[in-house]
């Protein structure tokens, strides 16, 4: 397996990534909130439409997409990307950055576990 189809989709996320900012960092929060779980929910549908295949030989997850032939190697770069967006703006927020941070760091562990 060649590590390549990483490096596309990373590169395919870093050009998208003055567009993905703007409407993560800097637009209303209604609209972050909306694009994380429009993530969450591509993340979900990726990983329930591709949990039953087993056509390639190492793979370990639903999540686990490296065929290079579709794009969903990059579909899933792209959500995750962004998800770390707002989970920077969500870092941003007053209520978030005065607190406690344990509590953030278990919330957020949380979140991913139920994710992935």
Avoid: K
Wanted: hydrophobic fraction near 55%; aromatic fraction near 10%.
């Amino acid at each position: 397996m060649e590590p390549s189809w990483s490096i596309s989709t990373e590169a395919g996320a870093y050009l998208l990534f003055p567009f993905l900012a703007t409407f993560t960092l800097f637009r209303s929060a209604f609209l972050a909130g909306a694009l994380l779980l429009a993530c969450v929910a591509v993340l979900a549908g990726l990983s329930l439409a591709t949990a039953g295949q087993t056509h390639e030989a190492a793979r370990a997850s639903g999540l686990d997409i490296f065929h290079g032939a579709t794009l969903l190697p990059f579909v899933r770069c792209l959500a995750g990307f962004t998800i770390g967006l707002i989970i920077l703006r969500l870092s941003r927020h007053p209520r978030v950055a005065g607190c406690n941070r344990t509590w953030y760091g278990d919330l957020l562990l949380l979140s991913l576990i139920l994710v992935v």
